[in-house]
C-alpha cells in the first residue's frame, strides 16, 4: 500500500516569510509524529498526535512552530516568520498505534532552506 | 531523561567485510530500542528492534544487534557487508513509559568500498 508522502519534496523561502508543509500518514494509521533534521545531526522530536487527544507539543522550539491534525488524516506542521536557523529536513511518521514499541514509518521528508 | 550516542560519526569498510556500529544509550527507566537505516535519497525504515526477550535480535538484510543491559549497548552488527548497505544507520529509544518520547542518536554513515 501507500507509504507516508510529505510535500513540497523541497522549500526555498525568504527569511521572515511563513512556510507550511504537508504530511499524508498511511491510512489508518493512529499516531503520527514530525521531526526535525539538521545537516549531520539526529532526529529531533517536534510534536506527536494521537488520534483524537490533545497533541504532545512538547518538542516544539518556538512559539513559531505549530502543528493541526485533523482526525486520523493529513497533518500540516506551519512555522511562521521563518529564520535560517530553521533550515533542515522536517519529517514525518505515523505508525498504527500509540505505544513506544511501534514502529514508525516515515515518509521522504520536506528539504526547507531559508535564505 | 534518555539520551542516544552513536560513537562513529562516520564507518568506511570494504565490501564483505564485517561491521559492527557502536550504540550506546543512557535511560533512568526500562526502554524499546531500535535501528533504523536512511538509504541515500529515501525515507528513514525500521532495520530491527528489541522489545523483550532474546537479547540478540534479527533485522533485515542480515544485520543483528545485541542487546547489553550492563553497559547500556545496544551495538549493530553484519558479518559481511555488501555496497548495497551503504547508508545512513540511526540507533534509537522509547520509554516504556511513553510513546511519543523516541529519542534518536546522531547518525552512523556507512560507506563500502569496493
Known amino acids: 500500500g501507500a507509504g507516508v508522502s510529505q510535500s513540497p519534496s523541497n522549500k526555498v523561502t525568504e527569511k521572515g516569510k511563513d512556510v507550511e508543509l504537508r504530511c499524508d500518514p498511511i491510512?489508518?494509521?493512529?499516531?503520527l509524529y514530525w521531526y526535525r533534521q539538521r545537516l549531520g545531526q539526529g532526529l529531533e522530536f517536534l510534536i506527536y498526535?494521537?488520534?483524537?487527544?490533545?497533541?504532545?507539543k512538547s518538542g516544539l522550539p518556538s512559539d513559531r512552530f505549530s502543528a493541526e491534525r485533523t482526525g486520523e488524516s493529513v497533518s500540516t506542521l506551519t512555522i511562521q516568520r521563518t529564520q535560517q536557523e530553521d533550515s533542515a529536513v522536517y519529517l514525518c511518521?505515523?505508525?498504527?498505534?500509540?505505544?513506544?514499541?511501534?514502529?514508525?514509518?516515515f515518509g521522504p521528508g520536506t528539504r526547507l532552506t531559508v535564505l | 531523561a534518555q539520551s542516544v550516542t552513536q560513537l562513529d560519526s562516520q564507518v568506511p569498510v570494504f565490501e564483505e567485510a564485517p561491521v559492527e556500529l557502536r550504540c550506546n544509550y543512557s535511560s533512568s527507566v526500562s526502554v524499546y530500542l531500535f535501528w533504523y537505516v536512511q538509504y541515500p535519497n529515501q525515507g528513514l525504515q525500521l532495520l530491527l528492534k528489541?522489545?523483550?526477550?532474546?537479547?540478540l535480535v534479527k533485522g533485515i538484510n542480515g544485520f543483528e544487534a545485541e542487546f547489553n543491559k550492563s553497559q547500556t549497548s545496544f551495538h549493530l552488527r553484519k558479518p559481511s557487508v555488501h555496497i548495497s548497505d551503504t547508508a545512513e544507520y540511526f540507533c534509537?529509544?522509547?520509554?516504556?513509559?511513553?510513546?511519543?518520547?523516541?529519542?534518536f542518536g546522531s547518525g552512523t554513515r556507512l560507506s563500502i568500498r569496493p
Open positions: 498526535f494521537q488520534g483524537n487527544s490533545a497533541p504532545d
Open positions: 528489541y522489545l523483550s526477550g532474546s537479547t
Open positions: 534509537a529509544v522509547s520509554p516504556y513509559s511513553s510513546a511519543s518520547k523516541i529519542i
Open positions: 511518521a505515523s505508525s498504527p498505534l500509540a505505544g513506544g514499541a511501534d514502529t514508525q514509518y
Open positions: 491510512s489508518g494509521h493512529t499516531a
